[in-house]
């Protein structure tokens, strides 16, 4: 394997690891705001919403990285969560 496939390798299983660790915090993020009331609640919503933006865009380097078919991949994802 070249120098070159063998770092596009690592590239797309370091992308892939960081959105799922992101889809993971989101998560947690989601269950920290149903527990949240008072004057944490809008600090909870802007992490969430800034979760958010943050795994969009890793799901889009992970697609980009790791999909024949970025687009179609995109999609997927997003209708499975």
């Not at 800034?50 to 687009?71: G, Y």
């Amino acid at each position: 394997m070249s120098r070159e496939a063998l770092l596009r390798e690592e590239q797309g299983e370091t992308a892939h690891e960081l959105a799922e660790l992101l889809r993971l915090g989101q998560e947690m993020g989601r269950r920290l705001s149903n527990e949240t009331h008072g004057e944490m609640y809008d600090d909870v919503r802007l992490l969430i919403s800034l979760l958010h933006q943050v795994r969009a865009q890793a799901d889009l380097i992970d697609a980009k990285l790791n999909s024949a078919d970025p687009v179609i991949e995109l999609m997927a994802r997003r209708q499975h969560h």
